[in-house]
């Protein structure tokens, strides 16, 4: 069994430093330990399938493959025989015999993402799967064993979908052994600077030029959106930023539209907005008021130095 430590640092891929990550990677680096199923919980976009693959690569199964599948991109008709595999001759077109995604994950992990899309049909057999650790193929009737971790991945809420009769309440306690919810990005803005951070390194890297810097301007506007999108959109703004910019510094205008200006948006009015002097004074107000008034406290929320505090608490008339 491995120990609880972070070989090569695996968990620092999941980029953070507030407390919901800090609790995030500590049960990942848990849970990798323990060879049982896994359901994780959270928006589109906010990182799961890095979530599993993080599982994957601490767990003892790290040799083996990791097979990603989103349910919902495959249409109903074609995900039986994606998953399960088919015999030659199961249905017209299936000329050669299919392994499967399940049977190529043999020996390793399968993540399952948006599992809440999967029919009814589809649901039975993949508890059969559970249950007996066999995939039986389309145009087969012999079951094939298989070794495989499954992690289930959803941006539905299952527990409801069990109530309404659209998802099997088997098939769900079958799969959540254990819950993960991964929050949004939009609950935890401290992390936003973390991310750019290692997202500048990343684009610097993979493309061999030099790494940029944001401006503290920019740097304020990603904090204060709200990201949708959650760390999926996050990741586009910056390469398109990297990519259009023509300084070695991202600036306000680098960014899109919609940051600059839902940045500003006052969510308690109808379709109202803001100045972004407001929103900005704002966040940092929340930030003083969660730190009790502790500016290092709060410019560690802000992912800012004390000095840029003090710039923007004087610049926002609030000393």
């Known amino acids: 069994m491995l120990s609880l430590a972070n070989p090569s640092g695996l968990a620092d891929k999941l980029v953070g430093r507030s407390s919901q990550m800090q609790v995030l990677r500590e049960q990942v ?5 323990f060879d049982i199923n896994l359901l994780l919980q959270g928006e589109s976009g906010v990182g799961k399938e890095l979530v599993s693959r993080t599982i994957h690569e601490l767990s003892e199964r790290a040799s083996g493959p990791f097979v990603g599948v989103n349910c919902a991109a495959i249409h109903e008709s074609l995900l039986e025989s994606e998953l399960f595999g088919h015999k030659a001759g199961a249905f017209t077109g299936a000329d050669k015999p299919s392994l499967g995604f399940l049977r190529a994950a043999d020996g390793g992990t ?13 649901q039975s057999k993949l508890l059969r799967v559970l249950e007996d650790r066999t995939v039986v193929p389309v145009g087969g009737s012999d079951g094939v064993s298989i070794d495989v971790r499954i992690i289930a991945a959803t ?7 069990v109530a309404e009769g659209s998802f099997r309440k088997d098939l769900y306690y ?3 052994v254990v819950c993960l919810d991964i929050p949004p990005l939009r609950d935890r803005p401290q992390d936003v600077g973390p991310l750019v951070d ?20 920019a740097m304020e ?19 398109r930023a990297y990519a259009l910019g ?22 308690s009015t109808e379709g109202g907005f803001i100045s972004l002097r407001e929103a900005v004074r704002r966040h940092v107000a929340k ?11 709060a410019a560690r929320l802000l992912d800012i130095d004390r000095k840029s505090l003090w710039r923007m608490m004087r610049r926002h008339g609030m000393m």
């Open 221 to 239: 506007l990603l904090i204060c959106y709200d990201w949708p999108g959650n760390v999926r959109e996050l990741g586009n703004v910056i390469q």
């Open 29 to 33: 680096c848990q849970l990798a330990q």
């Open 174 to 176: 079958r799969l959540n």
């Open 287 to 297: 930030a003083l008021e969660l730190s009790e008034g502790g500016r290092t406290q």
């Open 246 to 267: 023509r300084g070695q510094e991202i600036q306000v205008e680098d960014l899109p539209e919609q940051v600059v200006m839902r940045s500003g948006h006052d969510q």
């Open 198 to 217: 290692y997202l500048l390194d990343e684009i610097g890297e993979v493309l061999d030029v030099p790494r940029k810097t944001v401006s503290p301007d």
């Open 155 to 161: 941006n539905r809420d299952l527990a409801k979908a």
């Open 110 to 122: 399968i993540l399952l993402d948006e599992v809440g899309d999967m029919s009814t049909q589809l």
